[in-house]
């Protein structure tokens, strides 16, 4: 093995490496302060890189900004579709959901909060970056949820009487919305919506909730 196939890996993992702090102080910086007041030297400051490296990984601010959500969205989705074509029940397809929603979500409260924002300002170029990662990675994996929830009712395995797409919005809200407003529910429920106990007093009634209202 010749000298410059050995270190090959090495670079290669360490290209990986760098370009995983990259995205976390890019999360970090884009949820403290917005797509607009994110600078592209203080990410680099962040992430101890050269500031020349953002631009040859991910070109601009905007690629940037993509690479971000199509990285937190790629493992979510992945696991999703693996759930999907493991042929288990619906009902412990359910289960897997919601532990992967809350999973998700109490493991990326940066990023929660960042999409949020970037939704509410339509002519932003984050919003765009958004809704192009959204076609690529989300919706085909909401699509073939909604085909599973029309197969099981079909088979009259779970109640009909919703529309399947309405039936995977409501569920997909009553597990993810109080993470969505952390602030006023950690108010409400007097703690952290995302302490350890809290979030296994919310993946309970959550299963609870969703078996009682999906299934006949």
Do not use: C, W
């Amino acid at each position: 093995m010749t000298t410059a196939s050995k270190t090959r890996p090495r670079r290669e993992r360490n290209r990986e490496a760098t370009q995983a702090r990259i995205l976390a102080a890019a999360e970090a910086e884009f949820a403290l302060k917005g797509y607009d007041g994110a600078r592209l030297r203080d990410v680099a400051a962040r992430a101890d890189v050269h500031h020349a490296l953002l631009h040859h990984y991910f070109g601009d601010k905007v690629g940037l900004f993509r690479a971000v959500v199509q990285n937190a969205f790629a493992g979510v989705s992945t696991r999703a579709l693996a759930a999907l074509r493991s042929g288990t029940s619906i009902r412990a397809l359910l289960e897997t959901y919601v532990n992967m929603l809350i999973d998700f979500h109490v493991q990326n409260p940066n990023l929660v909060r960042l999409l949020h924002y970037s939704s509410l300002d339509t002519t932003s170029p984050a919003f765009e970056a958004m809704e192009e990662v959204t076609r690529e990675i989300s919706a085909p994996v909401m699509e073939a949820v909604g085909h599973a929830v029309e197969a099981a009712q079909r088979a009259k395995v779970i109640r009909s009487d919703i529309d399947a797409r309405r039936l995977v919005s409501l569920s997909i809200g009553a597990v993810a919305y109080v993470f969505h407003e952390d602030r006023f529910f950690s108010l409400f429920h007097g703690g952290a919506v995302r302490a350890p106990a809290s979030v296994e007093a919310h993946r309970t009634a959550a299963l609870a909730f969703l078996n009682t209202a999906v299934f006949p």
